[in-house]
């Protein structure tokens, strides 16, 4: 049975979607502020029009149907099309707009940068908030499209985004090494040097540590690793024993060098680390998108200094 887009409810595709997400008629009614009975009822209407049960329960959730499956991308990059033309209909204006702006970063960006984030955020767009988790072992090709996420934070050559999303070169960061103030080790470190004491692994997402092994590897060399982290938050107390060196991309380092007895030291030759933020192609012209981007990359270069490799 033929179906004309003019003869189906809209709002009825809208209904699909959350379905599709939520797999529970329970759950999307909560999502659409709606009662159970009525979306329950819709979804009667959407079986009807579409000839096609859609959905078929099972012990735990509602399983979608061959038909139901094919439907869901097309439906979904609509609806984030039509809701990116109404916001770009409205235009952004940060002085007065109210947005969440959601980011998937890895931990050294919010420790080094998340902070000023937040500042400039407030100061130049009140009514947004940020709201940050940390990178995954994830393409985030659904979460962005679903809308879940805005910015995906990277590494550029690491190959962990899907290739359908777009990306951009944020900056670039080396990896320096951090030891205990006092150390008798040259202000630059070669791979001889940077064996010398057991390390600390400072990322559960570890990007930055296994440029570190690739880098030793080169010159037939392995490190002892003592401990092994999640993130930086006990790398001060840890330092503080004097058993051990740390590598960390060098606005971390700065950072702890300015507030803790720890020593900064360059590596030779250096370890470049390159960020690169990605969304959805669904969000590639968002105003509110280009802005973020645009204060990410100002932001960069004003708090650290660091070198900007996408457009200012």
């Known amino acids: 049975m033929e179906l004309s887009l003019a003869r189906l409810d809209l709002n009825l595709l809208t209904l699909f979607d959350v379905l599709m997400q939520e797999r529970n008629v329970t759950r999307a009614a909560e999502r659409l502020h709606l009662s159970q009975s009525t979306v329950s009822h ?39 099309m039509l809701e990116q033309g109404l916001r770009q209909a409205k235009g952004f204006d940060p002085a007065s707009a109210h947005r969440v702006f959601r980011m998937a970063l890895p931990g050294s960006v919010e420790h080094g940068l998340v902070p000023a984030m937040v ?25 962005l499209e679903k809308g879940e996420l805005d910015l995906v934070v990277g590494f550029a050559g690491a190959d962990h985004l899907s290739p359908r999303l777009w990306r951009e070169d944020w900056f670039s960061n080396p990896l320096v090494c951090l030891s205990p103030l006092g150390s008798a080790l040259p202000d630059t470190l070669g791979p001889a040097e940077l064996i010398g004491r057991p390390h ?6 570890g990007h ?12 037939g060399v392995e490190r002892e690793l ?24 060098e606005m971390i380092g700065r950072h702890f060098s300015q507030h803790y007895p720890l020593r900064l030291h360059q590596l030779e030759p250096a370890i470049p680390i390159v960020y690169l933020m990605a969304g959805h192609p669904l969000s590639a012209h968002d105003e509110a998108i280009r802005w973020l981007k645009g204060e990410l990359h100002a932001l960069a270069l004003a708090r650290y200094g660091l070198t900007p490799l996408g457009p200012a």
């Open 226 to 249: 003592g401990v092994r982290l999640p993130s930086f938050m006990a790398v001060p107390q840890l330092m503080a024993t004097g058993r051990y060196l740390v590598v960390v991309p």
């Open 119 to 143: 500042e400039r955020l407030h100061e130049l767009a009140p009514h947004c908030r940020l709201e940050v988790c940390e990178l995954a072992a994830s393409d985030y090709e659904r979460e």
């Open 42 to 80: 819709a979804l009667g209407r959407l079986r009807q029009a579409l000839d096609d049960p859609l959905f078929v329960m099972s012990r735990r959730e509602m399983m979608p149907t061959e038909r139901a499956k094919a439907l869901a991308g097309p439906v979904r990059q609509a609806l984030a």
């Open 208 to 219: 930055s540590q296994a440029m570190v092994d690739l880098w030793l590897a080169r010159f």
């Open 200 to 205: 600390i692994h400072t990322s559960s997402w």
